[in-house]
């Protein structure tokens, strides 16, 4: 399995109230082009880099202005996400849709479920097999049993947002994207990130973005480094960590942060 970024561009229009004009558009991501494969890929970048805009287009919920995004699954299946695809639409989008999993940074459900009906409802709605049992044994690997019978509306920020993991897992997705995943999330649910990461299932692609998390960071297979809106560098963490005496993400993070400072001054 892996997922190809050609030539991605996407821009958004800002509205200037004061004058009640369009400024000139803002950019996104600006000609991106990168490949990844099955593990876990982290995506780290300064604020406004494009991380959110690149995860959002991959997880199919925002569309790109030019480029394209090839799924390749094994030798003989492969989806493309482009504007062209979104605009005719058809079968194989539900299809793709139906393999990714997608958490946003900050959401809010406005429902009056219980947790325990959130997670039937979303195992039936998806005709995951053996609905209760899935529902039961994500609850209870989230460490949600306490919590079966609070409305999902009335969970903690902690709890929400371990909620909200759990709760992108039931599909068993092939692709799972998480955007600043441990941003408002308890100690309880950091360790079962940690270890759900871990043991990453064979073929799936995890993607993950953070600003400063460089303890999760530690977690990836694969970094990808943005930079206004384009793939400054990519490649096995194991060997872009190497590269910095300390050995560690953060030590290499901080460096290309200093050598990006340096090149501006120029
Ligand atoms: N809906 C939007 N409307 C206008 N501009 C947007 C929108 N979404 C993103 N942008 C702009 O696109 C650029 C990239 O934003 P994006 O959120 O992808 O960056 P990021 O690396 O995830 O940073 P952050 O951590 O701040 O979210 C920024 O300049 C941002 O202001």
């Not at 005719?88 to 299809?95: I, R, V």
């Not at 999902?152 to 902690?158: I, K, N, Y």
């Amino acid at each position: 399995m892996r997922i190809d970024w050609f030539h991605l561009r996407k821009t958004f229009d800002s509205y200037d109230a004061s004058r009640r004009s369009f400024r000139s558009p803002c950019l996104g991501l600006l000609d991106f082009s990168a490949s990844i494969r099955a593990g876990v890929t982290v995506i780290l970048g300064p604020k406004g880099a494009g991380k959110t805009t690149l995860l959002r287009l991959t997880a199919m919920v925002s569309v790109p202005d030019d480029g394209r995004i090839i799924y390749q699954w094994g030798e003989q299946k492969s989806y493309v996400w482009s504007k062209g695809n979104a605009t005719a639409g058809s079968s194989f989008l539900t299809e793709l849709k139906g393999k990714i999993s997608y958490v946003p940074v900050h959401c809010r459900w406005e429902t009056d479920m219980t947790v325990e009906k959130a997670f039937l409802y979303e195992a039936q709605l998806k005709r995951v097999m053996n609905p209760r049992r899935k529902s039961a044994e994500i609850v209870a690997k989230w460490g949600l049993a306490g919590f079966r019978r609070s409305f999902v509306s009335e969970l903690s920020g902690g709890a929400f947002k371990r909620f909200l993991l759990a709760h992108s897992l039931l599909v068993d997705p092939s692709i799972w994207i998480l955007d600043e995943p441990t941003e408002g999330l308890d100690e309880l649910g950091k360790k079962l990130l940690w270890r759900e990461l871990r043991s990453n299932p064979q073929g799936r692609i995890t993607m993950i973005a953070t600003e400063k998390d460089m303890e999760l960071a530690e977690a990836a297979d694969d970094l990808i480094l943005m930079e206004a809106g384009a793939c400054r560098r990519i490649g096995k963490k194991k060997y872009l960590a190497a590269s910095v005496p300390e050995g560690t993400v953060a030590a290499w993070y901080q460096a290309m942060q200093a050598f990006a400072n340096l090149r501006h001054f120029r």
